[in-house]
């Protein structure tokens, strides 16, 4: 590792004297002083890197060393060129960072970026680049040891010079995956190598796949053709390093095609050429990231490319670039790879005295922006990451909340205990002006001591009044801490909504790195209609609304493939061919409309054309002869439209290249469903068809509100909820067995939420309010009951599957501040299966069976302790405890939920047990509730009062276990009987 450290060191030596050079050097002599260095660095570094032991690193000097030679004495200029882009020295440093940090992973992918850049004049060879990123990843003292397996990998791959790059990808024997497939790249490519080709080509195919087009069109500049064909080299050499062997055969056809002088004025047919080749492209680069096979094109737009090479080459010898373009036909070798002249030459030879320079167009990629590319799991750890940090937040604040609810009852309980010391104080004040009162006996005269106290103040004045007087000041005291205390548990809530506050400016700027254009797929689109143009004989055009809108990458990538499916039916199934709409007095060309937009929390696409519309009668009719309905079902028109969305679906007879396989609308269905997401269908005959798909803008974290019902709780994504309402008793209307509510002059049914999900609950009484959530589906507005409404939180949606059918309404699950795990419905899915009737309703249960198998029992005391001690007993006996905190509070649980039976205490603030108990007597649904008072006041006339007022059983403090389940056994025995 120290040699490896050393060499780290040469290599920056080299780098820095390179880069210290002058690249902008005019004079003769100072040019070739500079040049001379340059070489002279690369000579020595050669003999270091054979003194280290670095063969790859050697060869690569080498490579670099040759080319520098042979421009030395011809082309001077062309050195200074790649000293100024830094390709001389760049390199080097990359390798010596690789060398220093040997485990990470990044630095390879990036020195192979460097090496294939496309400033260099010629590519590298595979072989070498493979043995100089294999001889980095070893250390150094083991290479003898490698050597074998290097040799091993040398004899597999012979060496080459470069200018035999391109025949020997057409001469070489494929690996077997490419002798099936001459669409995929060689089975022993290093990995680091095929991963910086599919970083780095994408863009380059794109950016080809642009300039292209605008040379098809006749509206390029001579530099954006050049820079079309040094892309096309680019990528030749590219595809060639990893073995894909079609790609490398296409772009060197592309690249002859480009070299020829067809700036000024196309011949007629080759834009056609051009623009398929361009669409040909960007088709294979996609075949092969998804392993398929050559489009059908392929073949036909090599020997077109090649006609028109040579007929261009014969028409105009003296006006083509000096590049030799040899014949070539389909099957034959790729030719060798030229040289290519510096840019600065190729701009002096090809650019006319008389032309103007070159626009700088809008489309020209930006040169002063920095990138970091970051791999998609590492943005997907981090979302995991502040998706935890959101709950363990909510966590947080919720405890903080309970803390300050503590706090508050700290402070009416020191508020009580103020209270009974003023009356205290009261009593005792009392005693002593009785005692100060009482008449004084002849023989006890009034006496005073040496201070001047009377003698009968003093004795008034004793230890009583001086403990109450401490106490006091105690509680003084206590209550001053109170209010400290609360003070700092509200300081902390603030802190704590300030750090949520950050926690959804984090996740949304995490979010929004996973965020990418609409734009990014505006050229496979536009590609798509073209090509089924081409292949239907049609003719459309595409307009695309909303191409800046940023969608979460997930969401994006799987709307492409159904929208280029869509695409697809737009034109062979929707646009009429020409003389068909010339007939009918439309455009020849179709129209295509593409609209993105963001509603709330939702994105919405909209496809339409103006083509023939949905054949209604053509659709129920196939499917009446699939058996999808029966002959005399009544169908509505949209019911129709959505009957190509089952599987299989076609209106076609025959197959052809686009339609009538089977593949239909129901891929483009669970696509959407699958993203969560609505889909409807509208057509006019004759007019058009439109298709509507909305999608949640991100899977993976939302604002959610929180409900319960049937006892459960659950969460329903904010951005489904229309509206939230609360409907008083006399807004209910009853018919039969059916419950409506009129909302904005509509009567709306209201469903159950826990029916929906299939839960059993018992039937809400009308006779009091309810509250409901609005919910517009694609057909109507829904009225959902639930028991409770929960304030609405951030949440982070966890997916279920594969362990859970998504097709029930539940897209995921979420963990709540206090540990448990609620459901997140999809409500929108759920009520469309209502719709279709794939789901029914629950069953509704009577009040009868709606006893909790745990007895509720109602504690009612002011005192926390002992309300603690009997919720402790009470759980270890297997009850459920509620508890209260004086009557008032207790009569508030017993309108809210059921309860079996009530302990309750004698005295308590605001009402106490007496009041409670008469109270519960004189209510008709709650008078058979049995009620045990368990106090400490324990005569015979508290006992009298508390059975007058309709007490059961009195038991005192403090109390016993066994003796307390023996009465909770008897009473709600006695009460069940009842």
Request: glycine letters at 6%; one cysteine or more; proline letters at 6%.
């Amino acid at each position: 590792m120290d040699d490896a450290i050393a060499f780290a060191e040469e290599l920056e030596e080299v780098a820095l004297q390179l880069s210290s050079l002058n690249p902008l050097a005019d004079d003769p002599e100072e040019m070739t002083a500079t040049v001379a260095s340059a070489v002279a660095e690369y000579e020595r570094l050669s003999m270091t890197a054979a003194i280290y032991g670095m063969e790859g690193v050697q060869q690569t000097v080498e490579w670099v060393h040759t080319m520098l030679a042979s421009f030395q004495a011809t082309l001077p200029e062309a050195i200074l060129e790649l000293l100024q882009g830094g390709q001389l020295f760049t390199w080097l440093e990359l390798a010596a960072i690789a060398l220093r940090e040997p485990e990470e992973p990044t630095h390879l992918p990036t020195l192979t970026a460097a090496l294939l850049h496309e400033d260099w004049p010629e590519p590298p060879a595979p072989t070498m680049l493979e043995t100089l990123l294999l001889n980095l990843r070893q250390n150094p003292h083991a290479s003898n040891t490698e050597t074998p397996n290097t040799e091993a990998l040398h004899a597999e791959t012979p060496a080459q010079e470069p200018a035999d790059i391109g025949a020997d990808y057409a001469t070489a024997t494929p690996p077997p995956q490419a002798a099936e497939n001459p669409l995929a790249w060689d089975a022993d490519i290093h990995p680091e190598l095929l991963a910086a080709y599919l970083q780095e080509t994408p863009g380059q195919v794109t950016e080809a796949t642009r300039l292209l087009h605008l040379i098809a069109n006749g509206s390029s500049t001579p530099e954006q053709k050049r820079h079309a064909s040094r892309l096309a080299h680019t990528i030749k050499g590219a595809s060639g390093v990893v073995g894909v062997e079609a790609i490398a055969s296409f772009t060197h056809r592309l690249e002859d095609l480009l070299d020829l002088n067809i700036a000024r004025h196309l011949p007629t047919g080759l834009g056609d050429t051009l623009g398929a080749a361009a669409d040909c492209l960007a088709t294979l680069f996609d075949h092969l990231l998804e392993h398929k096979p050559l489009p059908d094109e392929y073949p036909t737009l090599l020997a077109e490319m090649d006609a028109w090479g040579q007929r261009i080459a014969t028409e105009q010898p003296g006006e083509q670039e000096p590049v030799a373009t040899p014949e070539a036909t389909v099957d034959q070798p790729t030719p060798a790879i030229p040289v290519i002249t510096p840019d600065f030459l190729a701009e002096d030879n090809a650019t006319d005295e008389n032309a103007e320079p070159a626009p700088q167009t809008s489309h020209s990629p930006p040169t002063s922006n920095t990138h970091l590319s970051v791999p998609i799991e590492t943005v997907q750890r981090l979302l995991n990451l502040a998706g935890e940090l959101i709950t363990s937040t909510s966590q947080v604040a919720e405890h903080a909340q309970h803390t300050l609810a503590f706090g508050k009852q700290l402070q009416q309980q020191d508020e009580h205990i103020r209270q009974m010391l003023e009356t205290l104080g009261e009593t005792i004040g009392q005693q002593s002006a009785n005692r100060v009162t009482r008449p004084l006996s002849a023989s006890n005269t009034k006496r005073l001591d040496a201070d001047g106290f009377d003698q009968l103040e003093m004795e008034a004045y004793n230890d009583l009044h001086s403990a109450a007087s401490l106490l006091t000041e105690s509680v003084a005291d206590n209550r001053e801490l109170t209010h400290n205390l609360q003070q700092q548990i509200r300081q902390i809530s603030e802190q704590i909504y300030r750090q949520q506050r950050l926690q959804r400016q984090l996740s949304e700027a995490i979010l929004r790195t996973r965020l990418v254009p609409v734009q990014s797929i505006v050229a496979r689109v536009e590609r798509t209609v073209r090509e089924t143009c081409r292949r239907t004989g049609k003719t459309a055009k595409i307009s695309i609304q909303g191409q800046n809108l940023q969608i979460d990458t997930d969401i994006l990538q799987g709307l492409t493939a159904p929208l280029l499916h869509m695409l697809r039916n737009a034109v062979d199934h929707g646009i009429e061919a020409m003389n068909e709409r010339k007939a009918l007095g439309k455009d020849k060309e179709g129209h295509i409309e593409l609209r993105f937009e963001q509603k709330g929390g939702q994105i919405h696409l909209t496809l339409s054309d103006d083509g023939q519309g949905l054949d209604t009668e053509r659709i129920r009719a196939r499917a009446i002869e699939r058996g999808l309905v029966t002959a005399g079902q009544t169908l509505g028109e949209e019911d129709v439209l959505r009957l190509i969305l089952q599987p299989g679906f076609t209106t076609r007879d025959k197959v052809s290249e686009i339609s009538g396989r089977g593949v239909g609308m129901d891929v483009v269905q669970s696509a959407v469903e699958n993203l969560q997401g609505l889909l409807q269908i509208s057509s006019i005959p004759g007019q058009g068809t439109s298709i509507r798909v909305q999608v949640p803008i991100t899977l993976l974290a939302t604002n959610a509100l929180l409900v319960r019902t049937a006892g459960k709780l659950v969460a329903i994504p904010g951005n489904t909820i229309h509206q939230l309402l609360y409907a008083a008793n006399h807004e209910h209307i009853q018919e039969n067995d059916n419950w409506f509510i009129h909302h904005q002059e509509q009567k709306l049914e209201v469903i159950q939420l826990a029916r929906l999900l299939g839960w059993q609950t018992e039937k809400p009484d009308l006779r009091k309010g309810h509250s409901l959530l609005l919910v517009e589906s694609e057909h109507k507005l829904y009225a959902l009951h639930v028991d409770e409404i929960l304030p609405p939180r951030d949440i982070v949606i966890k997916s279920l599957t594969p362990w859970l059918n998504l097709t029930q309404g539940v897209s995921g699950a979420c963990i709540l501040a206090n540990g448990s795990v609620a459901p997140v419905l999809d409500l929108l899915r759920l009520l469309r299966h209502f719709e279709h009737g794939t789901i029914t309703l629950g069953n509704t249960i009577t009040a009868n069976d709606t006893t909790p198998q745990r007895p509720h029992i109602l504690v009612v005391d002011d005192s926390l302790s002992n309300r603690k001690s009997l919720s402790l007993m009470l759980e270890n006996m297997g009850y459920h405890p509620i508890t209260a905190i004086d009557g008032l509070n207790a009569l508030q649980h017993l309108h809210e939920q059921p309860i079996q039976l009530i302990l309750t205490d004698l005295e308590m603030p605001r009402m106490n047990g007496l009041e409670m108990a008469q109270a519960i007597r004189i209510w008709p649904e709650k008078r058979h509730i049995p009620i045990i008072m368990v106090t400490s006041r324990s005569t015979q006339k508290h006992r009298q009062m508390a059975q007058e007022a309709g007490i059961d059983d009195y038991l005192t403090k403090p109390v016993n276990q066994e003796t307390l389940q023996t009465q909770l056994y008897k009473w709600l025995r006695t009460q069940l009987a009842a």
